[in-house]
């Protein structure tokens, strides 16, 4: 039965991880909280960001269940929303340019310690509020997902997309650890957030040009 989805799969978590690699807030925050308070803090950041994704999960699916049964014009103006929000966010990124300081950091305020829990809330929360997440959701399970894909497969999707939210800032958080490493990727990391653009534009154009 799987098999039979794999391909709106494959192009689920395309989408989702080029999204998810797209530096933002949750970036910001994982490799603040690295340099700052160490790796277990930026790890437990990471898990809680990956929780976080549950919460636009859970309300997408249920909203997007009901539209489809009550309101189908509604959820073709939702595909053509989805649709334009990633072709926004494609020209966002690649119209970025070198940044100087990440979002949200303030490399010279104290550095005082920070409980496990405290990181997680803080993970959890940056996500999880994030309205752009809503956006981003809504646009990929009315867009990719169809409307006869079973619930319990879409709920299969956004298990993935959570493991994956955290596998990658943990990763991030291993990784930018290192101050010399975190300047580095802020000298360079616009040419990254550039080709991300690029390729969200272009998914973006097949979206529309299908519907």
Known sequence: MLSNYLGE???????????????????????????????????????????????????TLLGVGALMHTTPWLLTVAKVVGGAYILYLGVSLLRSKPKTVLEGDKPDEPVVEQTLLKAFT??????????????????????????????????LYGVWMCFVNALWFVIVALFFSSARVRLLFMRMGHWFERTMGVILILFAGRLILSM
């Open 122 to 155: 803080t993970g959890f929360l940056t996500n999880a509020t994030n309205p752009k997440a809503t956006l981003f959701f809504l646009a990929i399970f009315t867009t990719i997902i169809s409307a006869t894909t079973p619930l319990k497969i879409q709920a």
């Open 9 to 59: 799969f494959l192009a689920l978590a395309t989408i989702h991880f080029l999204a998810v690699v797209a530096p933002g807030p949750d970036f910001a925050v994982t490799i603040r909280q690295s340099v700052r308070f160490g790796r277990l803090v930026g790890i437990c950041t990471a898990l809680g960001i990956g929780a976080g994704i549950s919460v636009h999960v859970l309300y």
